[in-house]
């Protein structure tokens, strides 16, 4: 990722409308997943800034978390937020233990430029127990590329149907897998259209940008209706898929 798409993702994501969506999901299906596990251990392989892992703490009081990120400027932005450990490594090689964890969170870390999705998803699979969880957000359809993906260095999009066969492939029965952020969606291929004609390769721009307080209000409020549909009855189309696998 670009250094600016960083310092993007930590100024805004504690409220920005789209990873208050995508926490809200991520939280709804970790309770559920560890309902009855006490004290559980929660890895989120590519941890980012640290805004999943915040969320999680607040959410799973008694849970040990752990993060990595491969990028010393992530790590080290998660780290000052003291919401658990973290290492410096690859989601390709994950430093740790067999069935070492009862959750592992992968999120917008399986399309980046580098990473091998399959390789990586088996890394999750060892480190999680039997009946283990992991937690999956990608984004959606090429025809949604555009200058954010440029600034956070997309390899590749994918459908629900791709996601649920990698997963598969993995050795994760699927026990969600839904498309989300479904409202903008029309909005979404306008504006990513737009950016791929003025793309500027030295210094691509995220998406991720400080909103107006009442519109980002509106939106928080419009993805949250979203999020409660996407638990219940899935959504046909998206900006992103989400999906959850739990190890046999």
């Not at 996601?163 to 969600?176: I, N, P, R, S």
């Not at 952020?181 to 979404?188: G, R």
């Not at 793309?199 to 999020?227: M, Q, T, Y």
């Amino acid at each position: 990722m670009e250094p600016s798409a960083y310092a993007a993702m930590r100024a805004e994501e504690d409220t920005y409308w789209w990873y208050a969506g995508l926490r809200a999901l991520v939280v709804a299906h970790a309770r559920r997943a560890l309902a009855g596990t006490p004290r559980p251990r929660v890895l989120d392989a590519g941890c980012g800034t640290g805004g999943a892992m915040r969320a999680l703490a607040a959410a799973l009081e008694e849970a040990t978390l752990v993060g990595i990120d491969a990028s010393p400027t992530a790590a080290a932005v998660t780290r000052e937020r003291n919401v658990g450990g973290v290492v410096r490594a690859s989601v390709e090689a994950l430093p740790f233990a067999d069935a070492a964890f009862d959750l592992v969170t992968c999120l917008d870390v399986l399309y980046i430029r580098g990473v091998d999705d399959r390789r990586a998803l088996d890394e999750c699979r060892r480190v999680l127990r039997p009946g283990g969880v992991v937690v999956v957000n990608v984004p959606a359809f090429e025809f949604l590329r555009g200058e954010h993906d440029a600034a956070v260095g997309t390899a590749r999009r994918y459908t629900r149907s791709q996601v649920g066969a990698l997963l598969g492939a993995a050795g994760f029965g699927t026990t969600a897998l839904t498309y989300w952020n479904t409202t903008l969606l029309p909005a979404m291929a306008v504006w990513r259209r737009v950016g791929r004609r003025r793309a500027r390769a030295d210094a691509p721009r995220s998406d991720v940008r400080r909103l107006p307080g009442p519109l980002n209000r509106v939106l928080r409020g419009v993805i949250a209706i979203e999020v409660a549909l996407a638990r219940r009855v899935g959504l046909p189309l998206g900006g992103s898929v989400f999906a959850v696998g739990r190890r046999a």
